[in-house]
């Protein structure tokens, strides 16, 4: 391995908000449920819809906070 | 059967005109030399952060997309829904690993991922499995788009006996070949900002008009099954479709950016921070197919399976129709005509993307690597339009030919191979620590055993695995991607106390904005 390496990585904790996204969405039994419901929307659409937005607001911070 | 809809198809057939026209000129849009392959395939990489959204937007959520989970969710109900837990977390992987690989890619004039792995690795025939896995998998997803463009023109009632009934279709396609052949991909980049503004305009309607119409999102939810609404609760022993649905939100996330078309989409940007702007942004369309979910339960409580009118449609599209069955029924006809054309150009900016995308895969790492490796710019490129062609018209043939599940089937299967690319491609812009034949054989292991578990689960990609009594029915490309890599793991071990590796020509550096 040469030089150029050493700094290369720069690992960021802000990466870890990604994490919650994947967790929010990938367990569906916080989420496969009627109530409560909005508008008439079953809990299970609207939570996941809303979660299409908190994830382009979290990726839109670790975007500001990182640089590549 | 049903009458030709004069006015939607007026209106398709004009908006038709104006994108083939734009097509064309599309050659003279940020203008380049395209008789250099990286000017035909990658729009000469100029794309900003705008062009990009519309371009991968316009590339990933397909025609098929948009007839396809509305359907899934008419016949299938919640299940549809893992698109968006798909979509959501494809963005963080997105923005994690491709903007190194833009670069590293930038540097080295690479068109392909094969290309990648061939100067990552060192390794031509692991470069080759790579390649063929992308080809194999696009070929029938080009098909499919196909389907989404059959479906909208016997939406409007256009149809025929025989292989009359395909001649629509066969008109699309020599279009979309011309101007592909012709303008490469600024092409499909200039038709995806009038797609991507349609399908919006359409999906907005649809959510607000047809509720108001059916009296509340209340009542149509009403409407639905109860076994649809939700998804299953598992029994004992097993996950279920709670293990299904996760499974599939995440293998098909993990498998997304692989496909050759995709990867086409990003490498045009013009940088790495097009790139990480953009998975902050596409989530846009995300939100969209969300809604267009939903209409697959208006669809339901528009009861629009039992009406005449629709009998035969659904004889012949199956769930299929159930979109374009409810748009002619809840709007007038011109807005029908709008909303077909926004999926049949939408079926043309994919299979655009993808036959290039093909082409480059072929000219660059099948035909220059075996067969002539000394090919001038100007032959490069003109092989790479040769082949586009080629790859479209066999799309077509097998459309017209073959029943359209067997494209479905493929497509599906598409998607449990193009993973097995996965740790070469997306693991390889973080590490070279993989040894390249271990990886060969990694690859070797999820193909087959991926192809196996799909046949044995009666062609359909998620497959029951039994561990000691307990049962977790998933998504086949996340099982096998885990098998790979375990595989490749264990013998890059093995392989790196034996010998040393071959040759990596990037540097660390290579791999971030300079």
Same mark, same amino acid.
């Given at each position: ?7 290369s ?14 967790v929010?969405?990938?367990?569906p ?9 909005w ?19 979290? +990726?839109a911070?670790?975007?500001?906070? +990182?640089?590549? | ?8 198809l ?26 250099l ?30 007839i ?7 016949g ?6 893992f698109?968006?837990?798909?979509t ?14 833009w ?10 991922? =094969? ?11 692991l470069?080759?499995?790579v ?6 998998a ?8 196909l389907?989404?463009?059959q479906?909208?023109?016997g939406?409007?009632g256009v149809?025929g ?13 020599v ?14 980049a ?14 907005f309607? =649809?959510?607000i008009?047809v ?22 609760t598992?029994?004992a ?12 939100a995440?293998?098909?996330?993990l498998a997304?950016?692989?496909?050759p078309?995709s ?28 809604l267009?979910a939903?209409?697959g ?13 629709n ?30 054309a ?6 043309l900016?994919p ?8 082409a ?8 220059r ?5 000394n090919?001038?710019?100007r032959?490069?490129?003109q092989? =790479?339009?040769?082949?586009s ?11 017209v030919?073959v029943?359209s599940?067997y494209a ?11 993973v ?5 491609v997306m ?5 070279r ?11 070797a ?21 039994a561990?000691?009594?307990f049962?977790?029915p998933?998504y ?39």
């Amino acid at each position: 391995m040469n030089d150029t390496q050493t700094k290369s990585e720069k690992w960021s904790w802000w990466y870890l908000l990604f994490l919650i996204q994947f967790v929010a969405v990938l367990w569906p039994p916080f989420y496969n449920k009627v109530d409560p419901s909005w508008w008439g929307i079953p809990f299970f659409y609207w939570y996941q819809l809303l979660w299409v937005i908190i994830g382009a607001v979290l +990726t839109a911070i670790v975007y500001f906070a +990182t640089e590549d | 059967m049903q009458d030709v809809n004069w006015t939607a198809l007026i209106v398709f057939v004009l908006l038709f005109g104006f994108i083939t026209w734009l097509g064309f000129a599309a050659a003279h849009w940020r203008k380049g030399d395209l008789d250099l392959l990286h000017e035909w395939g990658l729009g000469g990489r100029r794309f900003g952060t705008i062009v990009t959204w519309f371009l991968i937007g316009g590339d990933l959520y397909t025609a098929y997309t948009f007839i396809a989970v509305p359907a899934l969710a008419f016949g299938a109900g919640a299940i549809a829904f893992f698109a968006i837990p798909y979509t959501i977390i494809v963005y963080p992987i997105l923005f994690l690993a491709f903007p190194r690989l833009w670069y590293v890619c930038h540097k080295h004039n690479y068109i392909t991922a =094969a290309d990648f792995v061939r100067g990552r690795f060192g390794n031509r025939w692991l470069a080759l499995a790579v390649t063929i896995t992308g080809i194999v998998a696009t070929m029938p997803y080009i098909a499919l788009q196909l389907v989404g463009l059959q479906v909208v023109i016997g939406g409007m009632g256009v149809s025929g006996t025989g292989y009359a009934g395909d001649l629509p279709l066969v008109i699309a396609f020599v279009i979309l070949a011309a101007f592909t052949y012709s303008s490469g991909l600024r092409a499909p980049a200039s038709i995806a900002i009038v797609k991507d503004i349609l399908i919006y305009i359409t999906a907005f309607a =649809a959510v607000i008009v047809v509720p108001i119409q059916l009296g509340g999102f209340g009542k149509i939810f009403a409407a639905v099954p109860t076994a649809k609404l939700l998804l299953a609760t598992p029994g004992a022993n097993t996950t279920g479709a709670y293990g299904i649905y996760a499974t599939l939100a995440l293998g098909s996330a993990l498998a997304l950016f692989l496909y050759p078309h995709s990867l086409t989409g990003i490498l045009s940007a013009s940088s790495g921070h097009a790139i990480r702007r953009n998975a902050a942004m596409l989530p846009g369309y995300s939100l969209m197919l969300g809604l267009l979910a939903l209409v697959g339960f208006f669809a339901i409580a528009a009861g629009v399976a039992n009406l005449p009118e629709n009998a035969e449609g659904f004889k012949q599209f199956g769930n299929n129709f159930a979109v374009p069955a409810l748009f002619l029924h809840s709007f007038p006809s011109w807005f029908a005509g709008i909303a077909f054309a926004a999926v049949g150009i939408g079926a043309l900016v994919p299979a655009a993307i993808m036959s290039i995308a093909a082409a480059n895969l072929y000219t660059r790492n099948i035909h220059r690597e075996f067969i002539n490796k000394n090919p001038t710019d100007r032959e490069e490129a003109q092989m =790479a339009k040769w082949v586009s062609l080629i790859v479209k018209f066999g799309a077509l043939v097998f459309i017209v030919f073959v029943p359209s599940q067997y494209a479905i089937y493929l497509q599906l299967l598409g998607g449990i191979l193009i993973v097995q690319t996965l740790p070469s491609v997306m693991l390889g812009v973080y590490t070279r620590w993989f040894n390249d034949w271990a990886l060969l054989i990694g690859w070797a292991v999820g193909t087959v055993a991926g192809t196996w578990m799909f046949v044995a689960a009666n062609l359909t990609p998620n497959y029951p695995l039994a561990i000691g009594g307990f049962t977790f029915p998933g998504y086949t490309a996340l099982y096998t991607v885990i098998l790979n890599l375990i595989v490749t793991i264990v013998l890059t071990m093995l392989f790196n106390a034996m010998n040393a590796a071959a040759v990596d020509e990037t540097v660390a550096a290579d791999y971030r904005a300079q």
